[in-house]
C-alpha cells in the first residue's frame, strides 16, 4: 500500500511537470477520503476502491483541469475534454448505480453534477477564463480597475438615446432616426466586442506559454500576475458591452 | 435592505441633473463607470476664479449611484477647486447612509469628482 501511494505521487508530479496531451487511464482523482467509506480500505486515489469495488466520492476541492487531467492552459482541445469527460462519465453516472445502495447512488448523484458542472465550464474558453482567475485569485491583488474612459463616454451617449428612443413614439421620424442610429452604436460596439476577444486570445496564448515554460522567477511571477489582471479588467469590460448590447437588441427589437 | 430616506430624496429629487458643454470654457467632465453594476456617471464642472459656480451630473445606474453624485454636485457648487479635491468618498457614505454594498457608488462619485477636476486643470493649463 505505502508503495502504491509513493508511485501514486510520483505519477502526480510528473503530470505537474509535464503537458498532458492524450487521455491517460489512470482512474485516480482527488477524493474526498483517503479511506473507502465502505470497506474502511486504504486509498491513493482511485475512485473505485480497490477491495470492494464501491466508487467513491470525489473530494469538493478538486479543481476542474485536475478533474480532467489537465495542465492549467487556456487552450484545451476539445476532443481530448470530451474524451476525458465521457470517461468518466461512464465511470458515474447515476444510471449505472439504480440497482446500488443508497449511499452509492448519492456519490454517483453527487460526483456526477460536479463533473457535469467542471465540463459546462471547461468547454466555454470565457467560462474557463473566468474559472482560472477564481483559482489564480490568490496572485491578482485586489486593484481596482480603470476601464477605458472613452468606452463610458460610449455607454453614456448610448443610454442617452435609449431613453430618448423608449420614450418616443415608435412610428415618428425621430423614432427611425434614432433606430438608424442606435444600430450604428450597436455595430461600434460589437466591433469593440471582437477586439476585446482579440486581445483574449493573445493573452490567453501569453499565459499558456508562461505555464508551459514554468518558471519560478520573480519576472515569471510579476508577468503570470500582470497577464491575471489584464485578463480580469477584460473579462469583466467583455461581459458590460454585452450586457449593454443585449439591452440595446431587445430595446430596438 | 431599505435606501436611507436621503438617498430616496435624492433619487427622487434629483438635483443639478442635466449637462454643460464639454467644450465650453471652465468646463470640466468626468466621465466613470464601473462595469462590475453597469453604472456610467458623468459630472461636469464649471469654474470661474478657480471656484465652482455651477455642476451637473446625469448617471444612469442605481438609485445610490445616483443619489451620491447628486449629493457631490451639491457639495461642489461654491467650493474652491482645491477645497473639491478634498471630498471623500466615506464623506458621502456618512451622509447618504449607504449600506457597505452599495459603497462603491459613492467611490464612483469621488472618481468622477477627480475626473472633472482633472479635466478642468488640463484645459485651463494645456501643456
Redesign the interface.
Known sequence: MRLRRVFFSLNEQEHMNRRTTGTEDRRELQMARSMCWHCQSEMAGEYFCDRCVKVQPVSKDLDYFTCFGLPRRLAIDPQTLETKFYELSRAFHPDFYQNKSDAEQTISLDNSAMLNTAYRTLRDPIQRAEYLLDLEAGSVKEI??T?P?D???E??EL??TLDEFRASDRASDNASTLRTKLQADRATLEQRQQDMDAQLQQLFGRWDALQDRGEATEQARAERASILKSMRDLL??R??VK??VNDLVATIA | MAYSEKVVDHFNNPRNMGSFKKEEDGVGTG???A??C?D?M?LQIKVENETIVDAKF?T?GCGSAIASSSLATEWLKGKTVEEAGRIKNTDIVQELNLPPVKIHCS?LAEDAIK?ALADYQKKADPK
Open positions: 481596482r480597475t476601464p474612459a468606452l463610458f463616454e455607454i453614456l443610454q442617452d469583466s469590460n461581459t458590460y450586457n449593454i | 466621465i466613470v463607470g462595469p462590475e453597469g456610467v458623468k446625469k444612469f467611490v475626473a
